[in-house]
């Protein structure tokens, strides 16, 4: 199975970025997504297509419907820049997406 | 808190044995519920899942490493070990522990929750 997401995405400080991820029938399966800022380990943002862990922003939103998982994160800040995965297991394996590097000009 | 600590070699010879080991602590870390998990990433490049234990004790491995990989849990001593035979350059990465939780739909829902800092092994004669 196969994630595929767009290598990079650039946002204006306050404006809305949206990432996504694709796979055959993703909506099928739960799709969790995950930040990385350089040199840390990755952190958990969105699980089960659109539910946050404590202490993530309401900004930060997910969605999952046909063949597309999509990461929305509103009013974009500066503190947003960073790598973002998507992730979701197929019944046997876990799978990553090849990641997007969100970048706040 | 939960915290996971990994620890082993930071150089390995190619054609040896990788061995790494996570010691997890915190609240009810011990708890049956949940999974836990080895992924890795060279630098530069995505995270790759290595292999998942799930909370029936049964583990499945990523079928590119599957000849070569031995995930082991230990939760009495509250361990989690990884072992990679005969090594190349290509398994030259940041190796993650990594715990997961369930999820409100069983397996398919489950979620990596909480990650080591992650140990750099590099493989190189």
């Known amino acids: 199975y196969e994630l595929t997401q767009t290598p990079s995405v650039s946002v204006s400080p306050g404006q809305t970025a949206t990432i996504t991820c694709s796979g055959d029938?993703?909506?099928?399966?739960?799709v969790c997504w995950y930040q990385q800022r350089p040199g840390q380990s990755p952190v958990l943002v969105i699980f089960q297509d659109r539910k946050r862990p404590s202490g993530i922003p309401e900004r930060l939103s997910g969605s999952n419907s046909g063949n597309t998982a999509t990461l929305t994160i509103t009013a974009t800040q500066a503190m947003d820049e960073a790598t973002y995965y998507c992730q979701a297991w197929d019944g046997s394996s876990v799978f990553f997406g090849g990641g997007t590097k969100l970048t706040v000009l | 808190q939960v915290q996971l600590q990994e620890s082993g070699p930071g150089l390995v010879r190619p054609s040896q044995t990788l061995s790494l080991n996570c010691s997890f602590s915190?609240?009810?870390?011990?708890?049956?519920?949940?999974?836990w998990s080895w992924i890795r990433q060279p630098a530069g490049k995505g995270l790759e899942s290595i292999g998942l234990?799930?909370?029936?004790?049964?583990?499945t491995y990523n079928p590119s490493l599957r000849s070569r990989v031995t995930i082991s849990l230990d939760t009495s001593n509250n361990q989690l070990s990884l072992r990679l035979n005969s090594v190349t350059a290509a398994d030259t990465a940041v190796y993650y522990c990594?715990?997961?939780?369930?999820?409100?739909?069983?397996?398919?829902?489950?979620?990596?929750?909480?990650w080591g800092q992650g140990t750099p092994v590099t493989v190189s004669s």
């Open positions: 915190g609240d009810s870390v011990s708890d049956s519920k949940y999974y």
């Open positions: 234990v799930y909370p029936t004790g049964s583990i």
């Open positions: 990594v715990r997961g939780s369930p999820g409100d739909y069983g397996d398919y829902s489950f979620y990596f929750d909480y």
């Open positions: 029938k993703l909506t099928d399966k739960y």
